[in-house]
């Protein structure tokens, strides 16, 4: 490891990065009313509890965080309503790099993709198996998870959060 991943790795980690996104995230989520399953014949709405997110380093510049999620969904067809039980796991893959002028650390956020959740749901009922099989239920759920976290860390908020500035950190280390 050079020095300079050291300097990325002590400053742009796993703590680092658990802190940042766990208070961008809050410790719950919610969506909808979305379009859901085939021509959107469905509607969807979702609330989570958010648990505790865990970090990992992944080489000197490259951390994975992993926010795990209980999601209560409620999926309306029509006059039927359908609950859904989801526990899911989002992972989230960061890579710290040393700017050009080297006066600060900017940290990259993967594009996140449908591999990159977890997830196991829990239906009942002849409108859970409907909701199942032909909605795509876990397709449908990753896609609105996706959007939902990728509008999140493209907010400005997270903008400022991926520029760490190395002047700051050894005003405040």
């Not at 080297?102 to 993967?110: C, M, R, S, T």
Request: with cysteine; charged share 25%.
């Amino acid at each position: 490891m050079t020095d300079r991943d050291a300097i990325i790795a002590a400053i742009a980690g796993p703590d680092r990065a658990v802190r940042d996104i766990s208070w961008l995230i809050g410790d719950r989520i919610a969506f909808g009313p979305v379009p859901a399953g085939p021509g959107g014949m469905a509607t969807a709405r979702a609330t989570g509890v958010v648990g505790k997110l865990r970090g990992r380093q992944q080489g000197a510049t490259r951390t994975e965080v992993h926010v795990p999620v209980q999601l209560d969904l409620t999926v309306d067809m029509g006059a039927r309503t359908v609950p859904v039980d989801a526990d899911m796991t989002v992972r989230i893959g960061l890579e710290a790099c040393l700017a050009p002028d080297a006066d600060h650390i900017v940290v990259e956020v993967d594009e996140i993709g449908p591999g990159d959740i977890a997830l196991e749901t829990r239906t009942s009922g002849i409108g859970g198996v409907l909701v199942r099989r032909l909605g795509n239920l876990d397709a449908e759920i990753r896609h609105h998870v996706i959007g939902y976290v990728t509008e999140l860390l493209a907010s400005p908020e997270a903008r400022d959060l991926r520029r760490i500035d190395l002047d700051e950190e050894s005003d405040t280390a």
